[in-house]
């Protein structure tokens, strides 16, 4: 290895890569607000105090996570003040995502179940916090946060989505929601669904290129919706392997027709021909 591909290495850590979070912190973080906010703490850590301090822990975590991409430390104190204001907000939302498997997955026992042992909740609010993120301008950190949810369940929510309360990703695998899709309230999306674009030409990088679903709207598997002029009218259901490039009214429901000939492994008998 020469000396100048060592000069060239070293420039570009300086310059283009300064804005870099220390990903393990920020992973680590990510699973301990997490475990914060659901997971009940043991002994000490349990009491006010307790918890008083694993906040505060969290807050300094945050706060140096920010000024490895902000760095200035006004808008760090700022930045970080706004996120854990909205901490409670986006804790009382997420349990009622939580609420809403119980309610609707007959496999779901207890809630306990659900905020450890659902991908899709878990991907669910790691969006809901990014999102945050993403609203308050933060870099690099809303995308990080989202492909580690995407890493870890196989859902991939972009932080740039709009999605409504309460909101149910059953299974999980697969799913992919783009930038500028808006996903109104109540609803369910199943495995391997795609909210995605028609064309991902760069000149359309700022105009809305992924579908509006409305309020109360199911999506069964495998189905896939494109266009940011695609638009899934309240209470309709989008049967699986549905490819939707159109907007459906209200109350629709839209599925795929599919042929199923069953043949069985062996060979047929040739027919009998008599002649007389």
């Known amino acids: 290895m020469n000396k ?12 283009h890569f300064s804005s870099f979070p220390d990903k393990k912190l920020l992973y680590d973080f990510v699973e301990n607000i997490f475990n914060f906010l659901f997971i009940p ?12 301090v694993v906040l505060n822990q969290l807050r300094n975590t945050f706060s140096a996570i920010l000024f490895d991409v902000l760095h200035e430390k006004e808008r760090v104190i700022k930045e970080e003040i706004v996120f854990f204001d909205e901490l409670q907000s986006i804790y009382e939302t997420l349990l009622g995502d939580a609420n809403v498997i ?6 779901a026992e207890s809630i306990e179940e659900v905020l450890v042992a659902y991908p899709g909740f878990f991907a669910t609010a790691i969006y809901r916090l990014a999102h945050q993120l993403y609203t308050q301008g933060i870099p690099i950190v809303p995308r990080l946060l989202a492909e580690y949810a995407h890493s870890k369940t196989g859902v991939d929510i972009h932080p740039g989505a709009k999605i409504g309360k309460p909101f149910f990703i059953d299974h999980g695998t697969g799913i992919v929601i783009g930038e500028t899709t808006v996903i109104g309230n109540n ?3 199943y495995q391997g669904v795609t909210l995605g674009a028609l064309n991902v030409a760069k000149e359309y ?3 809305k290129r992924h579908p509006t679903i409305e309020d109360n709207v199911i999506i069964y598997s495998g ?7 695609t638009i899934v009218g309240n209470n309709s259901v989008i049967g699986g392997n549905v490819w939707l490039t159109n907007s459906v009214e209200p109350y629709s429901i839209v599925y795929h027709k599919s042929e199923i000939i069953v043949k069985g492994k062996n060979p047929l008998l040739e027919p009998l021909n008599f002649i007389i």
Do not use: C, H, M
Not at 4 to 15: D, K, P, T
Not at 223 to 229: D, N, S, V
């Open 4 to 15: 100048e591909f060592i000069i060239l290495l070293s420039q570009r850590s300086n310059n």
């Open 187 to 189: 609803v369910k999306i």
């Open 102 to 107: 119980i309610n609707f997955d007959p496999a």
């Open 41 to 52: 703490q043991k002994g000490e850590n349990n009491t006010i105090d307790g918890l008083d």
């Open 205 to 207: 990088a700022r105009q």
């Open 223 to 229: 189905a896939t919706i494109l266009g940011g002029e």
